[in-house]
């Protein structure tokens, strides 16, 4: 059984900093791009960031392009994004994704086909 399980949500001030977790286990991330996305209420789920499987590579959406840091470690199955500089609209539901294996990467969440359940991120100003 496929599961992606995130962690590290919570409640921070505006200008802080949280790092999330995205443990997975049934799959094998080394094969697979990731992506951390977020969904505000009321708001369409959007691109926040993704790590290539291969060379590991990453891209950023522009909203926290220089805040955030995607990152992962291939031994613990593990994908991280590190946040700092938080503002009260990055206030969302973060989830992780991976994609089918070697596929290319994309910032499309239909690209995805398997995501964990959520992690709930406040920032408050």
């Known amino acids: 059984q496929v599961q992606l399980e995130e962690s590290g949500g919570g409640l921070v001030q505006a200008g802080g900093s949280l790092r999330l977790s995205c443990v997975a286990s049934g799959i094998n991330l080394n094969t697979r791009n990731c992506g951390w996305f977020r969904q505000a209420p009321g708001k369409e789920r959007e691109f926040v960031a993704v790590?290539?499987?291969?060379?590991?590579?990453?891209y950023y959406a522009p909203s926290v392009e220089g805040r955030f840091t995607i990152s992962r470690d291939n031994d613990k199955n593990t994908v991280y994004i590190e946040m700092s500089a938080l503002k009260p609209e990055d206030t969302a539901v973060y989830y992780c994704?991976?994609?089918?294996?070697?596929?290319?990467?994309?910032?499309?969440?239909?690209?995805?086909?398997?995501w964990g359940q959520g992690t709930q991120v406040t920032v408050s100003s």
């Open positions: 790590i290539e499987r291969s060379a590991g590579a990453t």
């Open positions: 994704a991976a994609s089918r294996r070697f596929q290319d990467y994309s910032r499309d969440p239909a690209a995805y086909t398997h």
